[in-house]
């Protein structure tokens, strides 16, 4: 079982041929609301895998917070703590332009995500396989969840996403931190290289359609991306977490673990919104052996 401790967000999503500058107005192509936010992007990730899932989250008493508890539940994520709180939903308002975005995130009911909440969801964590974390939530109950876990003795994976409030001090409670190229860089404020010899096979740095690296004490082991047509890249980083988090529970190691990460996040940008194109499992294997 993998319990996911982190947001859950409408997304609000505008296509247009150019981004507007500043003070201009642009038309737009397309506008859907779909569900999304890191924390329910990477459990239902995880879940399309075949993961059995718990989520534990904050939505508002809005339409929003019905909508975004009914997709977690109909893609078979168990929602015991799932909290409904006064107020609205978090939001995540994404311009979306030639396969790019830009994403401005009002965090809403994901900023009442507190201890207590965590303290409520003990007994699910004591059986959990791994516990994933995100930076989408209040950084103390983050702090807060790690100790717990770190006392209970489950796994950690965090995805440093935004990179905003990590600590260094944080990483004796990780097992796995996945940030991309530039969160690193804002973490660690050194060379990747440098960054991740000093955290063998426990820094993954996800590098685009590049793929992912890591070091695993030995020599740096990277592992290709897979050649796609980009459609939407909003999610690629949540399904490359959720997939390598369902990988490493099902006990695949570390370099097969993050070549299926990389699989399952080359299908989700073939399709439009953070979780549209999130694959099964089928879909993956079918993947990875196209481009074996
Ligand atoms: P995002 O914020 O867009 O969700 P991210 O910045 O967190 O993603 P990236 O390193 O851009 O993380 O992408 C995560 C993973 O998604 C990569 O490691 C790779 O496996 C896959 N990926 C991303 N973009 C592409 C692409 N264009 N083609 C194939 N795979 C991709
Ligand atoms: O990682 C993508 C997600 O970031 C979007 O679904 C959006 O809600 C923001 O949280």
């Known amino acids: 079982m993998i319990t996911v401790i982190g947001s859950a967000n409408m997304d609000l999503v505008v296509g247009t041929e150019n981004f507007p500058n500043q003070g201009e107005t642009v038309l737009g192509n397309v506008f859907d609301t779909v569900p999304g936010g890191k924390g329910a992007n990477q459990a239902i990730a995880a879940a399309r895998l075949g993961g059995d899932v718990h989520m534990v989250c904050c939505v508002g008493n809005d339409l929003f917070g019905t909508s975004i508890t009914d997709n977690l539940q109909k893609n078979a994520i168990d929602c015991t703590g799932v909290a409904q709180v006064e107020g609205a939903s978090g939001i995540a308002n994404i311009l979306l332009s030639e396969g790019d975005n830009r994403i401005i995130v009002v965090p809403g009911a994901n900023s009442l ?6 303290d409520e969801v ?4 004591k059986k959990s396989k791994l516990v994933i974390l995100q930076l989408e939530i209040p950084i103390p109950t983050v702090v807060y969840a790690l100790a717990k876990c770190q006392a ?16 260094l001090d944080m990483m004796p409670s990780i097992t796995y931190l996945t940030p991309n190229e530039t969160e690193c860089e804002q973490i660690f404020g050194m060379d990747m290289v440098e960054a991740l010899e000093k955290y063998p096979n426990r820094l993954i740095i996800t590098l685009g359609s590049e793929g992912a690296r890591y070091f695993d004490g030995e020599r740096h082991v990277i592992v290709d991306g897979f050649k796609t047509t980009v459609v939407d890249t909003t999610g690629a980083g949540d399904t490359f977490n959720g997939a390598l ?3 490493i529970v099902l006990g695949m190691d570390l370099e097969k673990a993050v070549r299926f990460a990389n699989a399952a996040a080359s299908l989700s940008v ?3 919104g953070a979780q549209g194109g999130m694959p099964t499992f089928k879909e993956v294997q079918e993947r990875l052996e196209e481009q074996s």
């Open 270 to 272: 073939e399709k439009f």
């Open 113 to 118: 995500l507190l201890p207590s909440h965590i």
């Open 245 to 247: 988090a369902q990988a």
């Open 122 to 125: 003990e007994e699910q964590i």
């Open 152 to 167: 209970i003795g489950v796994p950690v994976l965090l995805n440093p996403a935004p990179a905003r409030g990590f600590e």
